[in-house]
């Protein structure tokens, strides 16, 4: 799980930063907000890569899928990304574990007393 969950953090890191230099185009907007709320949410995105299976991990990815949907309010394209991004975490939420799972019976049936951890 967490190779998949960190894959789409990673994803989410760079469209968040391409998303803060469209948002930077709005005159509404200082840059120092823009990349402080950015830089943020980027730093936030690596954080989470370390977190994901760490109690709590989880749902901070799904409150970040969240938040970059509700980003859309700012850049438009971004409810469209936010949503194919939170497709993309629930799909390596889903699959993630059932991979463990089965890492965790191969490794009980091979004999081995840890599945490996990646």
Partial sequence: ???LCSSTLIGEFFVIGF???VAMKDPDLSQ???WTVSGIA???CLLLCGMVTRP???ALGWALQIA???SGFIVPTMFFLGAVFAALWWA???YGRKIDEAKARFAAQSGSS???AA
Avoid: N
């Fill in 1 to 3: 799980m967490r190779t």
């Fill in 19 to 21: 998303a803060g230099l």
């Fill in 32 to 34: 120092s907000t823009v």
């Fill in 42 to 44: 980027m730093f936030l």
């Fill in 56 to 58: 709590g991990g989880i």
């Fill in 68 to 70: 970059l949907i509700a």
């Fill in 92 to 94: 390596s939420v889903h």
């Fill in 114 to 116: 840890t599945p490996d």
